[in-house]
């Protein structure tokens, strides 16, 4: 029990931005860390070798993908612009706080596998191989996903994605 | 500079700093004779720092109580106190009694041979499979002291069947009472949480008996016997995806 604590404290408060990088809603994000902290008290003896970081993170981002699953059977709109000022340190200037806010709507305009792999690898310092486990995916497929991520997040940042751009369409037609 | 040509993916690895340092040199000579490419990787740079900043805030955000894990950690020991073990081990025992009286006509014909240790494996796959706190008596870093011990009891060199090959991971095992005596008990699982069961004891009809498949309730599997030994694999996946692995079971067990 000690070492569930030592190994896992650490990490909730990655835990807790990839969620909500994912899901953009502070109580939501919090409930999938909550769910995901849970199964890992309760599934602990599966953990094996070292880190536990990737693995902690497989099961958010397992939660967080049958919640998108679920919402969109539901059809609950998914939030993709309701960045809470809240979210921001109170002392930053107004403007990073706009440009901050523009770049994670722009991230959120991303198709979620894409969104996911640039997240983990670019913000969470997860190793490509470490990704490739947690989104069970080939380690090509994290490469591939990386680099359509961050071109089209360029393009977006750059303003040259297309007008209407396809994957906002995709986010909206989950409602 | 080495004369490697310089790949997509070393211009991510460089963006994220994962590079061996001779590679990351290689990267920027290339950088330097290609404009364009440079634009393009500073860009992605650019873009990494800004999002990591953008959600630095959010992981310096006092955590919520509602994430206090020392709490949650409190909260599941107390649901597991001795107090519910007791209880839980009353209940089994009167259902036991129960279920001994009212069972009483059919244990003449309870299954002998093969179909009794398959039916053996099933039910502790039943019982000790969907246990989230003690699935297992020892745990798999205890291997060699489990193995040692399932010897002793057995009275039986047991083999501890390496199913890494196929994807199970040993998480331990224990020692399940039968009819006919001890037996060893291992559990494994995969990446997703799927858990089997190989249970092994001396068999004292049917010494050796060729592998065949065997279910009970929604668990399914193999058994065979081998030399005195018997064997059962018990899982929830498929058929076509247990037989190999049983295979690699009794080509283990006979390699002692």
Same mark, same amino acid.
């Given at each position: 029990?000690?070492?569930?604590?030592?190994?896992?404290?650490?990490?909730?408060?990655?835990?807790? /931005?990839?969620? =909500?990088?994912?899901?953009? @809603?502070? *109580?939501?994000? #919090? $409930?999938?860390? &909550? !769910?995901?902290?849970?199964?890992?008290?309760?599934?602990?003896?599966?953990?094996?070798?070292?880190?536990?970081?990737?693995?902690?993170?497989?099961?958010?981002?397992?939660?967080?993908?049958?919640?998108?699953?679920?919402?969109? /059977?539901?059809? =609950?709109?998914?939030?993709? @612009?309701? *960045?809470?000022? #809240? $979210?921001?340190? &109170? !002392?930053?200037?107004?403007?990073?706080?706009?440009?901050?806010?523009?770049?994670?709507?722009?991230?959120?305009?991303?198709?979620?596998?894409?969104?996911?792999?640039?997240?983990?690898?670019?913000?969470?310092?997860?190793?490509?191989?470490?990704?490739?486990?947690?989104?069970?995916?080939?380690?090509?497929?994290?490469?591939?996903?990386?680099?359509?991520?961050?071109?089209?997040?360029?393009?977006?940042?750059?303003?040259?994605?297309?007008?209407?751009?396809?994957?906002?369409?995709?986010?909206?037609?989950?409602? | 500079?080495?004369?490697?040509?310089?790949?997509?993916?070393?211009?991510?690895?460089?963006?994220?700093?994962?590079?061996?340092?001779?590679?990351?040199?290689?990267?920027?000579?290339?950088?330097?004779?290609?404009?364009?490419?440079?634009?393009?990787?500073?860009?992605?740079?650019?873009?990494?720092?800004?999002?990591?900043?953008?959600?630095?805030?959010?992981?310096?955000?006092?955590?919520?109580?509602?994430?206090?894990?020392?709490?949650?950690?409190?909260?599941?020991?107390?649901?597991?106190?001795?107090?519910?073990?007791?209880?839980?081990?009353?209940?089994?025992?009167?259902?036991?009694?129960?279920?001994?009286?009212?069972?009483?006509?059919?244990?003449?014909?309870?299954?002998?041979?093969?179909?009794?240790?398959?039916?053996?494996?099933?039910?502790?796959?039943?019982?000790?499979?969907?246990?989230?706190?003690?699935?297992?008596?020892?745990?798999?870093?205890?291997?060699?002291?489990?193995?040692?011990?399932?010897?002793?009891?057995?009275?039986?060199?047991?083999?501890?069947?390496?199913?890494?090959?196929?994807?199970?991971?040993?998480?331990?095992?224990?020692?399940?009472?039968?009819?006919?005596?001890?037996?060893?008990?291992?559990?494994?699982?995969?990446?997703?949480?799927?858990?089997?069961?190989?249970?092994?004891?001396?068999?004292?009809?049917?010494?050796?008996?060729?592998?065949?498949?065997?279910?009970?309730?929604?668990?399914?599997?193999?058994?065979?016997?081998?030399?005195?030994?018997?064997?059962?694999?018990?899982?929830?996946?498929?058929?076509?995806?247990?037989?190999?692995?049983?295979?690699?079971?009794?080509?283990?067990?006979?390699?002692?």
């Amino acid at each position: 029990m000690n070492d569930m604590l030592r190994l896992v404290e650490p990490v909730i408060p990655a835990l807790r /931005r990839y969620a =909500r990088a994912l899901v953009r @809603d502070r *109580a939501a994000a #919090d $409930d999938l860390v &909550q !769910d995901c902290l849970e199964r890992a008290i309760s599934h602990w003896n599966q953990l094996r070798e070292g880190d536990p970081r990737p693995w902690l993170f497989t099961i958010l981002h397992n939660l967080a993908v049958n919640q998108f699953r679920r919402s969109s /059977r539901r059809g =609950r709109h998914i939030a993709i @612009d309701e *960045a809470n000022e #809240d $979210d921001f340190g &109170q !002392d930053a200037v107004q403007e990073q706080k706009l440009m901050y806010q523009d770049v994670l709507d722009k991230l959120a305009r991303l198709p979620e596998d894409q969104r996911a792999v640039l997240l983990l690898v670019a913000v969470e310092d997860l190793s490509y191989a470490d990704t490739a486990r947690v989104l069970d995916i080939p380690i090509g497929t994290v490469m591939s996903r990386l680099s359509r991520a961050r071109e089209r997040l360029q393009q977006e940042i750059d303003g040259t994605a297309d007008g209407a751009p396809k994957n906002v369409v995709q986010l909206r037609s989950m409602k | 500079m080495s004369s490697r040509p310089i790949t997509e993916d070393d211009l991510h690895g460089y963006v994220d700093g994962v590079l061996e340092p001779e590679r990351v040199a290689d990267v920027a000579a290339y950088l330097e004779d290609h404009p364009d490419m440079n634009r393009r990787v500073a860009a992605f740079s650019d873009q990494r720092d800004l999002l990591r900043r953008a959600l630095a805030p959010i992981a310096e955000e006092a955590v919520p109580s509602q994430l206090d894990l020392a709490g949650m950690i409190r909260s599941r020991q107390r649901r597991a106190s001795p107090v519910w073990w007791a209880i839980a081990a009353m209940l089994l025992l009167s259902i036991g009694g129960l279920g001994g009286w009212v069972m009483r006509g059919s244990l003449q014909t309870s299954p002998a041979g093969l179909a009794a240790l398959a039916q053996e494996a099933a039910d502790s796959y039943h019982v000790y499979a969907p246990d989230r706190v003690r699935p297992v008596e020892m745990r798999a870093s205890d291997s060699a002291q489990l193995v040692q011990w399932m010897s002793n009891r057995l009275k039986q060199q047991v083999k501890l069947p390496d199913l890494t090959g196929s994807g199970y991971r040993l998480m331990g095992g224990r020692l399940i009472a039968t009819s006919h005596g001890p037996a060893a008990m291992f559990m494994y699982d995969d990446d997703h949480g799927d858990r089997l069961v190989v249970l092994t004891r001396p068999m004292a009809s049917e010494q050796s008996a060729p592998m065949a498949p065997h279910s009970g309730g929604d668990v399914a599997g193999f058994a065979w016997a081998d030399g005195g030994m018997g064997y059962s694999l018990m899982g929830q996946a498929a058929a076509d995806t247990l037989k190999p692995i049983a295979n690699e079971v009794r080509r283990q067990a006979r390699s002692i």
